[in-house]
């Protein structure tokens, strides 16, 4: 199955400030097949990004996704109070799919 | 709107069964399938399986094969997971999410249940 590996573990930021967050695949995922994910605390994942980089729908332009083959990114362009959270990469290109391990967001 | 409702908290012992249900509403039941997740405390997303919910074939990761079986009641909109032979490390939020039903597109959640907390201890 494919891993899936995201950094950095936690990232600690103000509002307004931008937040890069990368996963990085074991094998190369076809046709882009990464999505990403953020959860709050108590809640369920909500999808954010399909594709490696189209946003799903009722997603602000703030979030932005990038990246091909085994390495993607996810950009914030400027924290707003509801985008602390815990964000999860997913691939969905072969079976089983698989997540990455988290990186959570957090207020500096 | 789409809405996936699940089953309340359960609490089990070890070496027993739980059976959790999602009910959907507000999309046409059979034209997607769905998936179950679950996530350890503090922990990360793990699938389980899937079901066909118009053929009701399912496929689940090998992880859970033997342990693990996913219904659905077509009268009723819901689908159910029973999970078998509990130990202490199956306690968890368990999901049920629907598949996004773009062709070509598999194993991608476009909707989550609120989820279903799972205890098992003596």
Redesign the interface.
């Known amino acids: 199955e494919i891993v899936l590996t995201q950094s950095p573990g936690t990232l600690s930021l103000s509002p307004g400030e931008r937040a890069t967050l990368s996963c990085r695949a074991s094998q190369s995922l076809s046709s882009s097949?990464l999505?990403w994910y953020h959860q709050k605390p108590g809640?369920?994942?909500?999808?954010l990004i399909?594709g490696a980089s189209s946003r799903?729908t009722g997603i602000p332009d703030r979030f932005s996704g990038s990246g091909s083959g085994t390495d993607f990114t996810l950009t914030i362009s400027r924290l707003e109070p509801e985008d602390f959270a815990v964000y999860?990469c997913?691939q969905?290109g072969s079976?089983?799919?698989?997540?990455?391990?988290?990186t959570k967001v957090e207020i500096k | 709107q789409v809405q996936l409702v699940q089953s309340g908290a359960e609490v089990k012992k070890p070496g027993a069964s739980v059976k959790v249900s999602c009910k959907a509403s507000g999309y046409t039941f059979t034209s997607y399938y769905m998936h179950w997740v679950r996530q350890a405390p503090g922990q990360g997303l793990e699938w389980m399986g899937i079901i066909n919910t118009s053929a009701g074939s399912t496929s689940f990761a090998q992880k859970f094969q033997g342990r693990v079986t996913v219904t659905r009641d077509t009268s009723t909109n819901t689908v159910y997971m029973e999970l078998s032979s509990l130990r202490s490390e199956d306690t968890a939020v368990y999901y049920c999410a629907r598949e996004i039903g773009v062709r070509g597109v598999r194993n991608l959640f476009d909707y989550w249940g609120q989820g279903t907390l799972v205890t098992v201890s003596s």
């Open positions: 097949y999505a809640q369920a994942p909500r999808l399909y799903a999860y997913q969905y079976s089983p799919p698989t997540f990455g391990g988290g």
